[in-house]
């Protein structure tokens, strides 16, 4: 299995996971000139894709969603909340397009199986995937308030992490957002800050070499750098080494990272 993020942030997120009988889109949320362009930028085409698969609703997820699905006659999948709560700025989807994929549950696309499960956000029923091929697994998730036990259960063992680390909690709370903003990020129905991430992966890393891409960091209430430090340390603080144990690893929100096979553990 192969895979790059081609956006990550407010300005707009997506995923590109293939295999050898398949090619999906996860999320759609810059215009479709740019996802068009991201993908060939990692030498996929974009004519060449079989399904796009959808977390939520929110603007920076599906912006170029309704674009995709008629330019390239994609099935489409996400829950029926999320189907009902698209913005009118999608368009219309064709029927025949729109296939329901139920939070707690489980889809075969070819030689990939999805796991769904619940996220904490504000939206109408946000979902993270973790994603198996043969003996790998990937798991995204991102736009959440807080880490649950059930998260842990579902992406635990994954060889590779899409994982939120949205802010720094002291640079948001002195940053320009108003305040009702900030209240929002910091609530349960937000987004993980630094810290709330590494916590939240001490449950989940087993510390077996896995790859942890720090995800959806804010443009304005944090910094790479200060994300990958602020988790280094309180990972090593618990025994876990970085760069031996595991591996962080970057996002962009203006370009893909780039289109990297997941390899099976020795």
Excluded at 114 to 143: K, R, W, Y
Excluded at 159 to 179: A, K, Q, T
Aim: charged share 25%; with cysteine; hydrophobic share 40%.
């Amino acid at each position: 299995m192969k895979y790059s993020i081609l956006a990550s942030g407010s300005t707009g997120n997506s995923l590109y996971i293939e295999t050898d009988h398949i090619r999906l889109l996860i999320d759609a949320g810059l215009s479709g000139k740019q996802l068009e362009a991201k993908l060939k930028e990692i030498g996929a085409d974009p004519t060449q894709l079989d399904a796009l698969l959808v977390t939520h609703e929110h603007i920076d997820h599906v912006k170029g969603l309704g674009v995709f699905a008629r330019r390239y006659q994609l099935p489409i999948y996400m829950n029926e909340a999320t189907w009902t709560s698209l913005p009118t700025s999608v368009g219309a989807i064709h029927p025949d397009q729109q296939r329901i994929f139920p939070v707690l549950s489980t889809l075969q696309l070819k030689d990939i199986t999805v796991q769904s499960f619940p996220i904490s956000h504000d939206a109408a029923q946000p979902m993270g995937f973790c994603f198996h091929n043969e003996d790998v697994s990937l798991g995204l998730v991102t736009d959440t308030g807080y880490i649950n036990q059930r998260i842990v259960d579902k992406v635990r063992g994954a060889n590779v992490l899409i994982f939120e680390s949205n802010h720094d909690v002291e640079m948001l709370r002195m940053g320009s957002y108003p305040w009702n903003i900030k209240r929002r990020i910091l609530s349960d129905v937000g987004h993980l800050s630094n810290e709330d991430a590494a916590e939240a992966l001490l449950d989940i890393l087993k510390g077996e070499g896995e790859d942890i891409h720090l995800a959806h960091l804010s443009q304005d209430n944090n910094l790479t750098e200060l994300a990958h430090l602020t988790v280094r340390n309180i990972l090593e603080e618990e025994g876990l080494h970085v760069g031996k144990d595991i591996h962080l690893r970057e996002t962009w929100p203006n370009r893909p990272t780039p289109l990297r096979t997941i390899h099976k553990r020795i």
